[in-house]
C-alpha cells in the first residue's frame, strides 16, 4: 500500500458528461501529480499541484481542470466527456519533489 | 528523438534467469532516477530510487545509473514468476518554480516463465 488513495476506482459515464476524481496523498506529502495511462500508452503527466498551488502542466486538455484543497487532497475534472477519454487515471504525492508514489487509480470508462 | 527511450519488450525469460531492463535518456538536466513495477491494470509501485552514478542494490533488484553515457539499468537476479510485469524507468528534473517532474519511459513488459 502505498498511502495515496483514489476514489472512485470504477467509473462509467456517458459522452458529454462531467466527472471527478479524488485523490489523497500521502500523510505529510504536499505535491500531488495526475497522469493518464490510456490502453497500450505510457503515463502522461497531466498537472502537478504543491501545497495548493499549482506547479506545471503537461499534456492537459482545457476541459480537464484539477485543484488542491488545503487539507492537501486533490480533484481532477473532466468535463465534455469523449470516449477517447476513457483512460486510467493515476494520482502520485511525493515529499520534497523527489520519488513519487502512486495510486491505484482510476478506471474511467466514457459510453 | 524522446527524452527517454525504453525498449517496450515484451522480454521473456525463464524462472531463475538473470533480467537486464534498460533506459536510455537526452535530457542532462535529469537528477534522480527510479523504477517502477506495474501490474495489469494496478498503480505503478517504486522498486529503486537512485541519485548518483553507480550501483544501488535491494534484495534481488540492482539499479544502475551511468550519467556520463545517459543509460540506466535495472537488473533482477532469480527472477521469480511474480516478477512478471511491465517495468517503467523514470527520471525527473527540475521544471521551473521548484517544480520537479517525473518523465516515464514507455515500459517493459517482462514475463517470467516458471
Known amino acids: 500500500d502505498s498511502g495515496v488513495t483514489q476514489t472512485p476506482k470504477h467509473l462509467i459515464t456517458a459522452t458529454g458528461q462531467r466527472v471527478t476524481l479524488r485523490c489523497s496523498p500521502r500523510s505529510g506529502d504536499l505535491s500531488v501529480y495526475w497522469y493518464q495511462q490510456s490502453l497500450d500508452q505510457g503515463l502522461q503527466f497531466l498537472i502537478h499541484?504543491?501545497?495548493?498551488?499549482e506547479r506545471a502542466k503537461g499534456n492537459i486538455l482545457e476541459r480537464f481542470s484539477a485543484q488542491q484543497f488545503p487539507d492537501l487532497h486533490s480533484e481532477?475534472?473532466?468535463s465534455s466527456l469523449e470516449l477517447g477519454d476513457s483512460a486510467l487515471y493515476f494520482c502520485a504525492s511525493s515529499e520534497e519533489n523527489t520519488e513519487a508514489f502512486f495510486g491505484q487509480g482510476t478506471r474511467l470508462t466514457v459510453v | 528523438q524522446k527524452e527517454v527511450e525504453?525498449?517496450?519488450?515484451?522480454?521473456?525469460?525463464?524462472?531463475g534467469a538473470i533480467v537486464s531492463l534498460?533506459?536510455?535518456?537526452?535530457?542532462?538536466?535529469?537528477?534522480?532516477?527510479?523504477?517502477y513495477r506495474q501490474y495489469s491494470r494496478k498503480g505503478p509501485e517504486l522498486l529503486m530510487y537512485t541519485y548518483s552514478s553507480g550501483n544501488k542494490e535491494d534484495g534481488r533488484f540492482t539499479a544502475q545509473v551511468d550519467?556520463?553515457?545517459?543509460?540506466?539499468?535495472?537488473?533482477?537476479?532469480?527472477?521469480?514468476?511474480?516478477?512478471?510485469a511491465t517495468y517503467l524507468c523514470a527520471m525527473s528534473s527540475?521544471?521551473?518554480?521548484?517544480?520537479?517532474?517525473l518523465t516515464f519511459g514507455k515500459g517493459t513488459k517482462l514475463s517470467v516463465i516458471p
Open chain 1, 49 to 53: 499541484y504543491y501545497n495548493g498551488e
Open chain 1, 76 to 78: 481532477l475534472n473532466l
Open chain 2, 6 to 15: 525504453q525498449d517496450p519488450g515484451p522480454l521473456s525469460v525463464p524462472e
Open chain 2, 22 to 35: 534498460n533506459c536510455t535518456y537526452s535530457n542532462s538536466a535529469f537528477q534522480y532516477f527510479m523504477w
Open chain 2, 67 to 84: 550519467k556520463s553515457s545517459k543509460y540506466i539499468s535495472l537488473f533482477i537476479r532469480d527472477s521469480q514468476p511474480s516478477d512478471s
Open chain 2, 94 to 101: 527540475l521544471w521551473g518554480a521548484g517544480s520537479y517532474q
